[in-house]
């Protein structure tokens, strides 16, 4: 069973410019979340995806953005980066609701700096 | 709103003893999940263990148990036979919904040789 991937696993950008981040969801997962992890502290929840739609959303602004594919795969788009975007983004996928559907199990996550 | 908190930011214990980590939450959800996760310097973010809150038994696995005490909203780690290789960041979690996870800012549990 493969499990979550995320690419890149590094990246530099500079402030203003856009980026794009990639998630590919476990085998049999269908919904899939992101997580901006600044050093030093937990992860914050940006938003979810289920079904192609973005189904809940945390404290971020709108230059935060998303896709998830039919695959269910899903992408992290960031627009106009600022220094305080530099962290670790972190994806995270879920079974279908049951048992275990509240679950979240983590890719290895994306070092981006802004400079 | 839920608010997830962990008042140790470290602990140090030697191999083979049992450890606690604390850890108290509020929410206003009647049904929610409550999640230990270990996170490495790997940065990979390892489910350690899940409580969900309707059901009274504490959860166990293998080495890992928490002691969950819903009326005072609190969810503790016992870890026993601590090992070299569960030194990390211990973060404490609720909800799991649309709504995402809510997440402590960790305790640095390093075990000592």
């Known amino acids: 069973e493969t499990g979550v991937t995320q690419s890149p696993t590094h990246l530099i950008k500079t402030r203003g410019q856009q980026v794009t981040l990639r998630c590919s969801s476990q085998?049999?997962?269908?919904?899939v979340s992101w997580y901006q992890q600044a050093l030093g502290q937990g992860p914050q929840f940006i938003f979810q995806?289920?079904?192609?739609?973005?189904?809940g959303r945390g404290n971020f602004p709108p230059r935060f953005s998303g896709l998830q594919f039919p695959n269910y795969s899903s992408e992290l788009n960031v627009n106009a980066l600022e220094l305080d975007d530099s962290a670790l983004y972190l994806c995270?996928?879920?079974?279908?609701?049951?048992?275990?559907?509240?679950?979240?199990?983590f890719g290895p996550g994306t070092r981006l700096t802004v400079l | 709103a839920q608010t997830v908190t962990q008042s140790q930011p470290e602990m140090s214990v030697q191999e083979a003893e049992t450890v606690t980590l604390s850890c108290t939450y509020d929410?206003?959800?009647?049904?929610?999940?409550l999640f230990w996760y270990k996170q490495p310097p790997s940065r990979q973010m390892i489910l350690v263990i899940r409580q969900e809150a309707y059901k009274q038994q504490n959860a166990t696995e293998n080495r890992f148990s928490v002691n969950f005490q819903k009326a005072a909203k609190s969810f503790s780690l016992k870890i026993s036979d601590s090992q070299l290789g569960d030194t990390a960041m211990y973060f404490c979690a609720s909800g799991g919904g649309a709504d995402g996870l809510t997440f402590g800012k960790g305790t640095h549990l390093i075990i000592q040789p």
């Open positions: 995806y289920y079904r192609e739609e973005e189904n």
């Open positions: 929410t206003s959800e009647s049904n929610y999940y």
């Open positions: 995270a996928s879920s079974p279908p609701s049951g048992s275990r559907g509240n679950t979240q199990y």
């Open positions: 085998s049999g997962h269908n919904t």
